[in-house]
T-cell receptor
Framework: GDSVTQMEGPVTLSEEAFLTINCTYT??????LFWYVQYPGEGLQLLLK?????DKGSNKGFEATYRKETTSFHLEKGSVQVSDSAVYFC????????????FGKGTKLSVKP | DGGITQSPKYLFRKEGQNVTLSCEQN?????MYWYRQDPGQGLRLIYY???????QKGDIAEGYSVSREKKESFPLTVTSAQKNPTAFYLC????????????FGPGTRLTVL
């Protein structure tokens, strides 16, 4: 079945460092891809999305490009802040999942001042 | 302000007792969802409902029950048949034709003693 694999955390960075969180997926069709963020003690928020190959989603300085050839959707940010400390979830949605989201296990990011 | 509310934020119950978690939304969304989150496991879908008076099992429905009598409300009951109920429970909603654009509530942390 469809699945999402994320790099294991935790990831610890210093403020202003470059961030990459890897995400790859397995799907039979052409899924839409998402990154959600969960701040401590809260629910999830949609961070960005891409619905077709080569689309780039971006929001709050974060970016991810839908790479069909490598089945990847890696999350990047050029300069992280302490306020970016959270758990990041990669997810996909397609017809096989009836439009429902399939989540990766999440990657915890800690940014130190 | 539109949004999703879950109550209470923390809930404690004795083993063998049923407990009901509340989820209310005023976003006028047709679809609602319940997820369970465990450390290192990501989110797993328990039940979802695309319309009032109808709901479907997700990946881990055993030991749980739901009802959808009103569009705004989707309560989840954790029954005594659930073998390991201690977890963080997240409710979400979406427009029916955009199931992947889900808005999440703040979650309820259930601890069974």
């Amino acid at each position: 079945g469809d699945s999402v694999t994320q790099m294991e955390g935790p990831v610890t960075l210093s403020e202003e460092a470059f961030l990459t969180i890897n995400c790859t997926y397995t799907a039979t069709g052409y899924p839409s891809l998402f990154w959600y963020v969960q701040y401590p003690g809260e629910g999830l928020q949609l961070l960005l999305k891409a619905t077709k190959a080569d689309d780039k989603g971006s929001n709050k300085g974060f970016e991810a490009t839908y790479r069909k050839e490598t089945t990847s959707f890696h999350l990047e940010k050029g300069s992280v802040q302490v306020s970016d400390s959270a758990v990041y979830f990669c997810a996909l949605s397609d017809q096989r999942s009836q439009g429902n989201l399939i989540f990766g296990k999440g990657t915890k990011l800690s940014v130190k001042p | 302000d539109g949004g999703i509310t879950q109550s209470p934020k923390y809930l404690f119950r004795k083993e063998g007792q049923n407990v009901t978690l509340s989820c209310e939304q005023n976003l006028n969304h047709d679809a609602m969802y319940w997820y369970r989150q465990d450390p290192g496991q990501g989110l797993r879908l328990i039940y979802y409902s695309q319309i009032v008076n109808d709901f479907q099992k997700g990946d881990i429905a055993e030991g749980y029950s739901v009802s959808r009598e009103k569009k705004e409300s989707f309560p989840l009951t954790v029954t005594s048949a659930q073998k390991n109920p201690t977890a963080f429970y997240l409710c979400a909603s979406s427009p029916r034709d955009r199931a992947n654009e889900q808005f999440f509530g703040p979650g309820t942390r259930l601890t069974v003693l």
